[in-house]
């Protein structure tokens, strides 16, 4: 294997491990844009800590909850020039998981208090399993 003449380079199936993802992982961000395909050599390619830093920074961004299409704006801005952007794009984040959160908050709510009614009486219809009838 010529990996021996590239010490810092990575086979797809080293950078999906030390990313923390499948080989399958690595082609659909590729094919989405967010990685680069390298070029062939010697039948494989090879991939450098610049490949594995964006991977990471790609995985860090889905956690956080932003789309694919908003980290391919994020890692297509200048981390001097375009801090505003980036701003908005945290803050519109941020407003969808509040969001979410009152949402889950509601769920939670609403199922804390099926789940005492179910308690409070011994016979009848339980409510957790009557609010479920359509």
């Known amino acids: 294997m010529v990996q021996s003449q590239h010490p810092d380079t990575l086979t797809i199936g080293k950078l999906a491990a030390a990313g923390n993802v499948g080989v399958e992982t690595i082609r659909f961000y590729q094919r989405k844009g967010l990685l680069l395909q390298p070029i062939r050599e010697s039948g494989y390619r090879h991939y450098g ?47 969808a998981l509040n969001e979410k959160i009152a949402d889950l908050q ?20 339980c409510p957790i399993l009557t609010s479920f009838d359509v």
């Open 49 to 95: 800590s610049e490949d594995l830093r964006r991977l990471r920074f790609i995985r860090q961004a889905q956690t956080a909850g932003f789309t694919l299409q908003e980290i391919k704006e994020l890692l297509e801005l200048d981390s001097g020039e375009d801090r505003a952007r980036a701003r908005e794009l945290a803050t519109g984040r941020i407003q």
């Open 106 to 125: 509601q769920a939670r709510d609403a199922l804390k208090k099926l789940a005492h009614d179910c308690g409070e009486g011994s016979s009848g219809p």
